[in-house]
């Protein structure tokens, strides 16, 4: 439960912006000050995210585990990452807030390099563990920071790691 503390950070990262927004609109500070706190948010999770990564393969935590928590923290982010879309949709509406699509988008980005670095834990363990293909891995570990493709990807790597531990066999 402990290992959970640290994909915290990751997990509601993509949240955040909206309660930056929330700042703004309710005149609880001008733009700067609202999401201020983001690149702070974005630097905590990312430290939380490389410790997690060394600790997992240093320690050797159990790869359906790791699997598990890398599907659960992608899914979680799903409605954020819709809303974000939509927000950025919107922004393309008027001149004077096209400029918000690009920080949408940049914010996207971020979010989904932040969780991918939890998906190459996910292949990284589970290709030490013998239970993927180093062909496999390479292709998962890619996919995990491509958008949408990652949530399809860290759902096959966690069925294929609870099919392979069910049934003891490995290397697919």
């Given amino acids: 439960m402990k290992k959970l503390i640290l994909l915290l950070p990751c997990t509601i990262f993509p949240y955040s912006l909206f309660m930056g927004l929330y700042y703004f609109i309710r005149g609880m500070g001008n733009l700067g000050e609202s999401f201020s706190f983001l690149p702070w948010m974005f630097i905590i999770s990312l430290i939380c995210n490389v410790i997690f990564l060394v600790l997992s ?17 992608k899914i979680v982010q799903i409605p954020a990452y819709i809303a974000v879309f939509l927000l950025g949709a919107l922004s393309f509406s008027t001149l004077f807030t096209m ?67 069910k049934s003891g066999s490995h290397n697919i």
Avoid: E
């Fill in 57 to 73: 393969i240093y320690k050797k935590w159990d790869c359906k585990k790791v699997a598990l928590f890398n599907m659960v923290t």
């Fill in 99 to 165: 400029g918000l699509a690009v920080v949408f988008f940049l914010f996207d980005c971020a979010s989904i390099f932040l969780t991918g670095l939890i998906g190459v834990t996910s292949v990284i363990r589970c290709y030490t563990d013998r239970i993927i293909s180093k062909r496999f891995s390479i292709i998962n570990g890619l996919l995990q920071f491509v958008f949408c493709a990652d949530v399809i990807s860290s759902i096959i790597i966690f069925v294929q790691v609870k099919y392979k531990h």
